[in-house]
């Protein structure tokens, strides 16, 4: 896993993995607590923790992608890459 590490401008730690397989933004990033664990309740076997993406800061509530400069939307999928597929 290839990490980033930053902060949130209020000074919570952040961390960004790059090219992240489980993430729910489309450029790959996914930003993470260094401490993060499941949520209360969320059993192992049913969810992962590497899938756990912040969106908003526990710690001041703004949004990771404005606060911190490395987290920023980076890289959209190209339109050009698109291309026609039908199945054989
Ligand atoms: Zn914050």
Not at 37 to 62: A, H, T, W
């Amino acid at each position: 896993m290839r990490v980033v590490k930053t902060e949130c401008s209020c000074g919570e730690p952040i961390l960004i993995e790059i090219n992240a397989k489980q993430t729910c933004r489309i450029d790959g990033k996914r930003p993470f607590y260094p401490d993060q664990g499941l949520p209360d309740g969320c059993s192992p076997n049913e969810y992962n923790v590497n899938g756990i993406c912040v969106f908003r800061c526990r710690k001041c509530g703004k949004v990771i992608d404005d606060e911190c400069p490395e987290a920023a939307l980076g890289t959209r999928i190209n339109i050009d890459t698109i291309i026609e597929w039908s199945a054989i």
